[in-house]
């Protein structure tokens, strides 16, 4: 018998995968007739200084983030998604995503688009997608692959 999600949290960063996991996102909480929770962790590191956390650069970037979120909510509906909702929360994407986002909203399926670090990038950072791979507590779709289940051409370095 075929696993049924009820409710599906995909992660939004405003990269090029992230877009790709959200448009999967809907199609798969389509099919399940599933609930969408499309969320976007501001990760507050990116705004502090030396000497304090710039609290109006942080506001700033969640109002960007409510304008493409209530973007993707009209997609999701468009596309048939009953009930699509969205977060944005402050804090650690890795952790945010893999324990605290999955337990407060009972998911039980998380997509994430591919990382595009290097690998030292990943070495010293640490990619969300494996973390969130490793350390959920539910199934975690990493996505690939465009809508056609293409794999996701590679973006090309400019030359010097």
Known sequence: ???????????????????????????????????????????????????????????????????????????????????????????????LLAKNLQHEHDIDLILLGATGLNTMERIFIGSVSSYVARNAHCDVLIVRTDLDNRPIPKMKKAKK
Do not use: C, W
Not at 14 to 40: C, W, Y
């Open 1 to 95: 018998m075929l696993k049924e999600y009820k409710k599906i949290l995909v992660a939004v960063d405003g990269s090029h995968e992230s877009e790709l996991a959200f448009k999967k996102a809907t199609q798969v909480a389509r099919r399940n007739n599933a609930v969408l929770v499309i969320a976007h962790i501001i990760d507050i590191r990116a705004f502090e200084s030396v000497s304090s956390f710039d609290e109006s650069l942080a506001e700033e970037a969640a109002n960007i983030a409510r304008e493409t979120l209530d973007a993707y909510i009209t997609y999701a509906k468009e596309q048939g998604i009953q009930h699509a909702e969205y977060v944005i929360e402050y804090g650690s994407p890795k952790v």
